[in-house]
C-alpha cells in the first residue's frame, strides 16, 4: 500500500492549461522490450518505465497511477498542480518485480475537484534507492465537485481483433491519437481490450491484393494459456506509442468481457478447441483476471479489493455516475435463452442486487450504465445458444431477459432517473431506443442505447434485434461482410458531453477519421427518454 511523504499540498485555483504537452514522457515503440523480459542480473543502468503511464478511476479527489518498470523497483509519484512539479506532493509506492510481470500502481488522493493534476512517476533501484531513472510524466483532471462544470467523456472497445494489430503502415493506432484530441475528462473502455484467443500472424492478406503487416512478439503467436501468455497480450497493445501517448492524457474507466480470455466464455465451460491445451475455462478467466488487474488501473480488484470485482460504480461529480458491469464472470451458460426462472442470468444474483442498490443511492443527474453487451442485439454462439442477453424470441422476458426486466422495473418503480446505457462488443456502431408501447414486456420506462467499436479490429455485419424491450434503431452503420479489416474503415468511436448548466447530454456517434455519424441530445431529470 502506497503512502505519502509530507509536503506541501496541491494550491488551489491554479489550473494549467487543459492537456499540455507531456515533455519526455513518451518513449518510442522501438526501445520497448519485445520480450517483456526483467531479469535483473541482466540489466545495467537505472530502472526504466518504457510502457508509460496510466491513471484509472479518477474521482473528485483521487486517482490510481500505473507504471511497469524494466527490473525490481521502488514506485514513486509526484503530484502537483503545474508541469513545473512547484510544491509537489510525493507518494511512495510498491515495490514492483516478477510477481506482479514488474508493474505497480499507486493511489494518490485529497486532489482538488475539477483540477488538471500533473504527476511524474520514478523507479528507483529497490536495493539502492539513490539509484532512480528518468521521471515518465502523465496527467488527468480530477472530477468536478460542482455541477457548472461540464463533463466529456469517449467510450469504445475490441483492440487488435481478428489478426489486426499493430500495423506500422497505419502509424500503429491512429483512432488513439484522434480521440486525445478531443480532451475527454475520461475514457471508457467498454471490454475485450485484448483478444486473448486471437493470435497475430506477421502478414495478412486483404481482399484488394495488399498485405497487412502486423507487429508480432512471442506471447501473441498462440491462444493465450499460461499467466505469461495473457501478461503477453495486455503488454503487447503498450508496444503502440498512440496508445501510450492517450493513457498518459486520458484516465480509464475499465472493463473487461469474453476476449479478455478467449471467445463467448462463461463460468464452469470445458473447452472442445484443439488450440488449448488447457480446457478449463475457470483456470484461464483466473489468469486472465490477474494479468488484467495487474495492467488496468481498477480500484476493486486485488489486492485493492478483498472480493476482486471488475464491476464497481465510479462517481464523477454531480453530474454522472458511472455503473461499471461484469457481465461475464458471473453469467449461467450460454443456452437457448428459453428458460422461464434463470436467477444468475447475466449478472448473477449478487452483482443485480448491487446495482439496484447503487441505481437508487445515486444522486447524479446522470447514471451511466457501462456494459459489455448489448441489451437489444441478438448475439448468437453457435446454432442454438445465445451470448448475451437477447435470444431472438420477442415475446415475454425468458433466460437472461428475465434479470434485465427485473432491472428496468426497479428503475421505473424507483423513479430513478438518467438512466443511458453505453456498450462495445459488436462491431459496429447504432443506437436503439427502447419503448414500452412496443414492447412486450411493458412494466418500464424508456431508455436509450448507445453501442460503439471497434477501435482496432475486424468489423462485421448487423445483427437482429429482439423485440422484447421495444426497441427502434435510428440510426446504424455496419459492413456487409464479415471481418472487415480497419484500412476498410469500421472503426468506431462515441462522445459525450454533458452541458455544466443546463445538464444536457449529448451523445455523437464517431467513426476513425473525424466524421460525427450520429447525434442525440438527451434531458436531464427524465425517468425515461
Known amino acids: 500500500m502506497a503512502h505519502e511523504e509530507p509536503g506541501n499540498p496541491l494550491t488551489p485555483g491554479l489550473v494549467p492549461a487543459r492537456r499540455t504537452l507531456l515533455r519526455g514522457s513518451l518513449a518510442a515503440s522501438a526501445a520497448l522490450s519485445l520480450s517483456g523480459a526483467a531479469p535483473a542480473q541482466a540489466l545495467k543502468g537505472r530502472p526504466a518505465a518504457k510502457w508509460g ?26 503530484t502537483s498542480a503545474t508541469e513545473s512539479f512547484r510544491g509537489a506532493r510525493r507518494w511512495i509506492g510498491p515495490v514492483v518485480g516478477p510477481d506482479t510481470d514488474y508493474t505497480g500502481m499507486t493511489p494518490v488522493h485529497g486532489l482538488p475537484a475539477g483540477e488538471q493534476v500533473h504527476y511524474r512517476v520514478m523507479l528507483a533501484d529497490a536495493d539502492d534507492p539513490r539509484r532512480t531513472g528518468e521521471p515518465v510524466r502523465g496527467t488527468f483532471r480530477t472530477a468536478p465537485d460542482k455541477r457548472r462544470h461540464k463533463v466529456r467523456f469517449l467510450w469504445s472497445g475490441d483492440l487488435a481483433g481478428q489478426g489486426w494489430g499493430i500495423n506500422p503502415d497505419r502509424g500503429g ?12 475528462d475520461f475514457f471508457l473502455n467498454s471490454g475485450d481490450s485484448i483478444y486473448a484467443d486471437g493470435p497475430l500472424a506477421e502478414k495478412v492478406a486483404l481482399p484488394d491484393g495488399g498485405v497487412w503487416r502486423n507487429v508480432v512478439i512471442e506471447e501473441k503467436s498462440k491462444v493465450a494459456e499460461t499467466l505469461a501468455e495473457f501478461r503477453g497480450n495486455f503488454r503487447y497493445n503498450l508496444l503502440d506509442g498512440k496508445l501510450r501517448r492517450f493513457q498518459a492524457q486520458v484516465p480509464s474507466i475499465v472493463q473487461w468481457d469474453d476476449h479478455e480470455v478467449l471467445n463467448n466464455w462463461y463460468p464452469g465451460e470445458i473447452l472442445d478447441d484443439d488450440r488449448y491445451k488447457v480446457k478449463d475455462v475457470d483456470t484461464l478467466a483466473a489468469r486472465s483476471l490477474r494479468a488484467f488487474s495487474e495492467y488496468h488501473p481498477l480500484t476493486t480488484l486485488p489486492p485493492k479489493d478483498e472480493d476482486g470485482r471488475v464491476y464497481r460504480v465510479v462517481r464523477h461529480g454531480p453530474l454522472l455516475d ?9 453469467r449461467g451458460p450460454n443456452s437457448p435463452g428459453r428458460q422461464d426462472q434463470d436467477p444468475r442470468g447475466i449478472l448473477g444474483e449478487r452483482q443485480l442486487k448491487w446495482l439496484k442498490r447503487e441505481l437508487s443511492r445515486s444522486r447524479a443527474v446522470w447514471k451511466v450504465i457501462a456494459s459489455d453487451m448489448p441489451v437489444g442485439l441478438v448475439v448468437p454462439d453457435g446454432e442454438t445458444d445465445f451470448e448475451g442477453v437477447a435470444q431472438g424470441d420477442p415475446g415475454a422476458p425468458l433466460g437472461r431477459e428475465l434479470q434485465l426486466a427485473e432491472l428496468l422495473r426497479h428503475i421505473k418503480t424507483e423513479r ?3 438512466t443511458v446505457w453505453f456498450t462495445t462488443d459488436v462491431h459496429y456502431t447504432c443506437a436503439q431506443h427502447y ?3 412496443r414492447a412486450a414486456f411493458k412494466d418500464f420506462e424508456p431508455f436509450w442505447e448507445f453501442v460503439s467499436g471497434p477501435l482496432n479490429a475486424g468489423g462485421f455485419p448487423a445483427l437482429k434485434l429482439d423485440g422484447t424491450f421495444g426497441p427502434t434503431q435510428p440510426f446504424v452503420k455496419a459492413p ?8 476498410d474503415g469500421g472503426q468506431y468511436f462515441g462522445q459525450v458531453d454533458i452541458d ?6 449529448t451523445v455523437r456517434l464517431r467513426e476513425e477519421g473525424g466524421a460525427v455519424l450520429f447525434t442525440k441530445v438527451l434531458q436531464p431529470g427524465r425517468v425515461g427518454q
Open 173 to 184: 493506432y491512429p483512432i488513439f491519437e484522434e480521440m486525445r484530441r478531443l480532451d475527454p
Open 500 to 505: 455544466g448548466e443546463s445538464g444536457e447530454m
Open 53 to 78: 503511464v496510466q491513471a484509472g478511476d479518477v474521482t473528485s479527489s483521487s486517482g490510481l497511477i500505473w507504471v511497469r518498470s524494466d527490473r525490481r523497483a521502488r514506485m514513486i509519484v509526484e
Open 435 to 437: 419503448e414500452p408501447e
Open 480 to 487: 456487409e461482410k464479415a471481418n472487415v479489416p480497419p484500412t
Open 322 to 330: 458511472v455503473f461499471v458491469l461484469d457481465m461475464r464472470a458471473y
Open 416 to 418: 430513478i432517473t438518467g
